[in-house]
């Protein structure tokens, strides 16, 4: 079983970067897809990015194409997102989750863990 704490947020500047990570508990880190999400007030969790257990990425590529990049480091236990370039609309509060089964990496249904998420506000 997984545990996720995520750190990292906080309060930017337009056009400045921020990186998050989310460490994760357990002996098993390797095996899982983990993902970012992100939730704006009112509004359902919307997709940022995965990374699978292979190490490749997948990105919400209307959103963050180019911006950010997802990251894992199995002997840390820990996941990233290096956001670059940030822009008002993408403060919300970022969730990370884990999940072992493969398929549709968007939807936030298919990962049973999740972080308590962090607020990333960006200034204009």
């Known amino acids: 079983q997984a545990l996720l704490v995520e750190s990292g947020g906080g309060l930017v500047q337009a056009g400045g970067p921020l990186r998050l990570s989310c460490a994760a508990s357990g002996r098993t880190f390797s095996y899982y897809h983990f993902g970012w999400f992100r939730q704006f007030p009112g509004r359902e969790r919307e997709f940022v990015a995965t990374i699978t257990r292979y190490g490749d990425p997948i990105y919400n590529e209307d959103s963050v194409k180019g911006r950010f990049t997802i990251s894992r480091d199995n002997g840390k236990n820990t996941m990233y997102l290096q956001m670059n370039n940030l822009k008002p609309e993408d403060t919300a509060v970022y969730y990370c989750?884990?999940?072992?089964?493969?398929?549709?990496?968007?939807?936030?249904?298919?990962?049973?863990?999740w972080g308590q998420g962090t607020q990333v506000t960006v200034s204009s």
């Open positions: 989750a884990a999940t072992v089964y493969g398929g549709d990496w968007s939807e936030a249904v298919r990962y049973g863990y």
